[in-house]
């Protein structure tokens, strides 16, 4: 099999199926036939903090990964608070139970407060200001 590069979409193509692509009008314009060893070096996961992308010379090498916009790392902060409301809920769900049933033991009503207070302090989270976060540390993880 014989493999092009693409510096536009940053895509390898199989050029045996060239006519295929072109049939639906995915094979671009700058498609540039590689070497096997090309094709090995960059279609697999870059060093630490690159990624493959085109060069002056219309070939792959491996660039900087860019750091996340500012709403990438909103939508990385919602998703953070989410995943620890999530996991507080199902913390807190049995030490309430055994709390309303008069049931807790000392440590589930410590345990309880402390995942409540958690729970507080997250909801709080403005994650408008993401990356500048401080979030709560999570109950009985130190």
């Keep these: 099999m014989s493999y092009g590069y693409s510096a536009k979409t940053n895509i390898f193509y199989v050029i045996e199926d060239k006519e295929g692509y072109a049939e639906f009008g995915n094979w671009p314009d700058d498609v540039k036939s590689i070497s096997d060893e090309i094709w090995e070096k960059f279609s697999v996961q870059g060093p630490p903090g690159k990624m493959r992308g085109a060069g002056k010379n219309g070939l792959p090498c491996w660039v900087d990964i860019p750091p996340p916009t500012r709403e990438e790392q909103i939508e990385a902060a919602e998703r953070k608070k989410a995943q620890l409301m999530a996991e507080a809920a199902k ?38 200001v993401a990356p500048d976060i401080e979030w709560p540390e999570v109950p009985g993880v130190a």
């Design 91 to 128: 913390a807190i769900a049995p030490l309430q139970d055994a709390d309303d049933l008069g049931m807790a033991m000392v440590e589930e009503k410590s345990a309880l407060i402390s995942w409540k207070t958690f729970r507080v302090k997250l909801n709080r989270i403005d994650t408008s």
